[in-house]
């Protein structure tokens, strides 16, 4: 009996040390090394555990390749920071170098740290020979000065499963049935790889816009309970990477979702959440 008593007391210092390290700051950094990392082409920038895993587009990729080679300066970034999971995930407009040619990328890279290593790295690009129809670094630029960093009074943040079953419902709001959607706010506004899709009809439900898609290998592994901010990651229509970012205001209502995405895989790109 005291010998289990210790083991539990041991791994609550293991777990309390952890959280220690996983402060806001601290992640922020590491995504500030991370983007350096990229940018400089050089992953001593980044501390990574020996067995880390590095997918892009639901493809797995070595140390140092796909957009951690041709990644450049970023542009505008928005990072989503879950302290009790020591994970992030960051939306960004970068420079990118494709094909010998200078152009820009919007992409969102989910981080999983593990003892101050990073363990994951989950990247998904949206790239103009890839998906010009949504493409539009340009559009996701002009909504620079929206505040995603002003953190919620305490009374009015919403728990990690509240925001969860939102952004699950609104996937599951892809249907002609009717079914439980939102809340969501008046107006809402969504843009996809960049480009706003909501500019005639302000509102985020996809109910009533003719899509029966199922997304398949739903993931909410990065949640910022401070800032009311949730990522949830998908199979879009079961076989495109993409992952939805969910903004919600102090009445818990969503009023911007940010969505990006990349090539067409089929079958799980990383295992669900336990």
């Avoid at 989910?110 to 559009?139: C, D, H, M, W």
Wanted: with cysteine.
């Amino acid at each position: 009996m005291k010998r289990l008593a210790w083991t539990f007391a041991l791994m609550a210092i293991g777990v309390s040390a952890q959280a220690q390290n996983c402060t806001r700051e601290s992640l922020k950094g590491v995504i500030d090394n991370y983007f350096k990392a990229a940018e400089t082409h050089n992953m001593s920038a980044m501390q990574t555990a020996t067995n880390v895993r590095i997918t892009e587009n639901g493809k797995d990729m070595k140390p140092g390749e796909g957009f951690l080679m041709s990644g450049g300066k970023v542009q505008m970034r928005r990072d989503v920071i879950d302290t009790e999971r020591c994970a992030t995930v960051t939306e960004a407009v970068t420079e990118e170098t494709v094909e010998g040619k200078l152009t820009q990328a919007v992409m969102a890279v989910r981080l999983k740290v593990v003892s101050g290593k990073v363990s994951e790295i989950e990247t998904i690009v949206t790239r103009e020979k890839e998906q010009a129809r949504f493409y539009n670094p340009k559009a996701m630029l002009d909504t620079k000065d929206q505040d995603w960093t002003t953190p919620l009074p305490p009374a009015k943040r919403k728990s990690r499963d509240y925001m969860n079953d939102v952004a699950n419902k609104y996937f599951s709001a892809f249907t002609n049935e009717k079914v439980q959607d939102g809340p969501y706010a008046t107006p809402c506004h969504r843009w996809e790889g960049g480009l706003q899709t909501t500019l005639r009809n302000p509102t985020c439900t996809p109910q009533g816009l003719g899509l029966v898609l199922n997304h398949t290998e739903r993931r909410f592994p990065v949640t910022d309970l401070e800032l009311g901010i949730t990522a949830g990651f998908i199979n879009f229509g079961g076989s495109m990477p993409d992952v939805h970012i969910f903004k919600f205001n102090a009445d818990g209502q969503v009023y911007w979702i940010n969505a990006v995405f990349g090539g067409r895989v089929q079958g799980p790109v990383w295992p669900a959440d336990k």
